[in-house]
């Protein structure tokens, strides 16, 4: 399993439950992938507060990706179950991923760099807050990915050039700023 925390505001501690191991996870941070139990609880570093309990179910021969977001006052938890099946010759795969509150739905483009989106369509229409999309196959290049509000050409998160080898697989994600605004992660997900 990796776990990706977002902004929420603050740092986290994050623990397995049985036996409790705990793990200091910053804002923004991404683990590697790691054995996992089945249960977690998150709360803010420095406190003894539980803010967030969440229960897994892993599959055998699962990977899981697990992501904490939303404001302080509602938070959320996501848990996705990787495809990490290689791509087709030549490929690779990306999932698009949207855990910011602010932005809400997104169209999503995946255009070659400095492409004008004005002049194209999304990728992906309205991409939900708190949704994943299905994973792209990609030819091995460069890509910019973009998410504007939905239904506007109003960028909020711009990825820049981002390389991409064949047998890659990867997610990006949107994601509130600490000190607002936007920003991303990008979490490779295979090779």
Do not use: C
Not at 32 to 49: D, L, M, Q
Not at 80 to 96: F, I, M, V, Y
Not at 129 to 138: R, T, V
Not at 157 to 163: C, F, H, N, V, Y
Request: hydrophobic share 40%.
């Amino acid at each position: 399993m990796q776990s990706l925390t977002s902004p929420i505001s603050m740092s986290w501690k994050m623990a397995t439950v049985s036996p409790a191991v705990w793990h200091t996870v910053r804002a923004l941070a991404i683990s590697p992938y790691t054995r996992a139990h089945t249960r977690f609880k998150f709360e803010p570093s420095g406190t003894s507060s539980v803010f967030l309990t969440q229960t897994l179910n892993f599959g055998s021969g699962t990977d899981t990706t697990q992501l904490s977001f939303n404001f302080s006052s509602s938070p959320q938890s996501l848990v996705l179950t990787d495809d990490n099946s290689a791509p087709p010759s030549g490929d690779a795969k990306l999932r698009l991923i949207n855990v910011s509150p602010s932005l809400g739905p997104a169209d999503v483009y995946i255009v070659s760099p400095g492409t004008d989106i004005n002049t194209v369509s999304p990728t992906i229409s309205n991409l939900a807050f708190g949704a994943a999309s299905g994973y792209q196959n990609l030819t091995a290049g460069n890509y910019e990915v973009i998410y504007a509000f939905a239904g506007q050409k109003s960028i909020a998160i711009d990825g820049g050039s981002l390389a991409f080898s064949a047998g890659q697989i990867r997610s990006f994600v949107g994601l509130n700023g600490q000190s607002g605004g936007f920003t991303d992660a990008f979490l490779a997900d295979v090779n």
